[in-house]
T-cell receptor, first 113, second 113 residues
């Protein structure tokens, strides 16, 4: 597609509920990143894929967070047993050429109540 | 670790005023530097970049020069418009040392008539 597409745009979850956030990167982009942006803060790195391989997951805050990209295209970020501190905007970005900047999606705003 | 420090906002200017948003960085290697802009309700967009010392990135009237001696990448624009109102993020990628963007906390710019 023309840009990075994320769905849903907004998600409200009850505490303890599992959620799944989807990212469709730009076609042909090898690299895919997930970031978490808390209100009033800059995005914080969560995890990075090159094709289907998850090369860096050092930013995932706990084992409740899990990401996958099984066919090297669409990626899903799953959060189990959501907590209030998980409330944030989750941004996905993709890139064809590392180091020259990424294209970001509009994000999914997750609110845990 | 690598980090980016930006001036705190909000910055409020009158239309046609001169803009400077300060950004300094700390990195163990030789980073590439970026400015991203986030308009209300939208995702992050790459504004400009510089990949080595003394490079100047420019786009849409905005400029920033990579100053290795002062570890800075200040964003400037000679005459701002109301449509420039947004949040601006300074970021770096450590060349050869990882693929993730490290962001500053963002600076909100408000331009008034």
């Amino acid at each position: 597609g023309a840009g990075v597409s994320q769905s849903p745009r907004y998600k409200v979850a009850k505490r303890g509920q599992d959620v799944a956030l989807r990212c469709d990167p730009i076609s042909g982009h090898v690299s895919l990143f997930w970031y978490q942006q808390a209100l009033g803060q800059g995005p914080e790195f969560l995890t990075y894929f090159q094709n289907e391989a998850q090369l860096d997951k050092s930013g995932l805050p706990s084992d409740r967070f899990f990401a996958e990209r099984p066919e090297g295209s669409v990626s899903t970020l799953k959060i189990q047993r959501t907590q209030q501190e998980d409330s944030a905007v989750y941004l996905c970005a993709s890139s064809q050429n590392l180091g020259v900047g990424y294209t970001f999606g509009s994000g999914t705003r997750l609110t845990v109540v | 670790g690598d980090s980016v420090t930006q001036m705190e906002g909000p910055v409020t200017l009158s239309e046609e005023a001169f803009l400077t948003i300060n950004c300094t960085y700390t990195a163990t290697g030789y980073p590439s530097l970026f400015w991203y802009v986030q308009y209300p309700g939208e995702g992050l967009q790459l504004l400009l970049k510089a990949t080595k010392a003394d490079d100047k990135g420019s786009n849409k009237g905005f400029e920033a020069t990579y100053r290795k001696e002062t570890t800075s990448f200040h964003l400037e624009k000679g005459s701002v418009q109301v449509s420039d109102s947004a949040v601006y993020f300074c970021a770096l990628i450590l060349t050869g040392g990882g693929n993730k963007l490290t962001f500053g906390t963002g600076t909100q710019l408000k331009v008034e008539l």
